[in-house]
């Protein structure tokens, strides 16, 4: 059981390039997520997942893509790297609550700089 | 106005101390409260989690929210080195999709030898 994973550790991007980051959960999760953490901000919210075949988009889509054709995968695109891009990106999944207790977990993350 | 607010500290405070760590919130839809705690260059990890009023207790760990004041906290006994990190709080309400949650910018934590 190797809970979630993400590749790659890190990466630099230059401006205009495109790039896949990629998420993996073993835990049959339903939700996942994809995050954006910048210093002294907190984490932001990029894009969900509810289950295979459905996401939406959160609180800072613009500049992303995802796709979910699987439970385990949830991948992040990234068109055209932008400087603004610059962040450290974490992968999320949740799975339902069982005997109350919650069940979420995070990925270890990917620094990306864009130079 | 963040929907959110967590003082970013730093919070440095001496190995046995008692640490109170807190977040307001302005959203009342939010009916549940997480914390994360986050070590430095790793992923959050959940600590702990409420899904109502009052004290919640796990090991020398407290979680504790009053709804009527939109205030959590989480208080830490005989702090440790090892639990020098940053602490996130998120909240999240039942409405919408995909059990969304927000989080604070984060308060980090230096317990000191």
């Known amino acids: 059981n190797a809970g979630v994973t993400q590749t790659p550790k890190f990466r630099i991007l230059k401006i205009g390039q495109s790039m896949t980051l990629q998420c993996a959960q073993d835990m049959n999760h339903n939700y996942m997520y994809w995050y954006r953490q910048d210093p002294g901000m907190g984490l932001k919210l990029i894009y969900y997942s509810v289950g295979a075949g459905i996401t939406d988009k959160g609180e800072v889509p613009n500049g992303y893509n995802v796709s979910r054709s699987t439970t385990e995968d949830f991948p992040l695109r990234l068109e055209l790297a932008a400087p603004s891009q610059t962040s450290v990106y974490f992968c999320?999944?949740?799975?339902?609550?069982?005997?109350?207790?919650?069940?979420?977990?995070f990925g270890p993350g990917t620094r990306l700089l864009v130079l | 106005q963040k929907e959110v607010e967590q003082d970013p500290g730093p919070l440095s405070v001496p190995e046995g101390a008692i640490v109170s760590l807190n977040c307001t919130y302005s959203n009342s839809a939010f009916q549940y409260f997480m914390w994360y705690r986050q070590y430095s260059r790793k992923g959050p990890e959940l600590l702990m989690y409420?899904?109502?009023?009052g004290n919640k207790e796990d090991g020398r760990f407290t979680a504790q929210v009053d709804k009527s004041s939109k205030y959590i906290s989480l208080f830490i006994r005989d702090s440790q080195p090892s639990d020098s990190a940053t602490y996130l709080c998120a909240m999240g309400g039942f409405t919408g999709g995909g059990n969304k949650l927000t989080f604070g910018t984060g308060t980090q934590l230096k317990v000191e030898l």
């Open positions: 999320a999944s949740r799975g339902a609550q069982k005997q109350g207790k919650e069940t979420q977990y």
């Open positions: 409420t899904y109502s009023s």
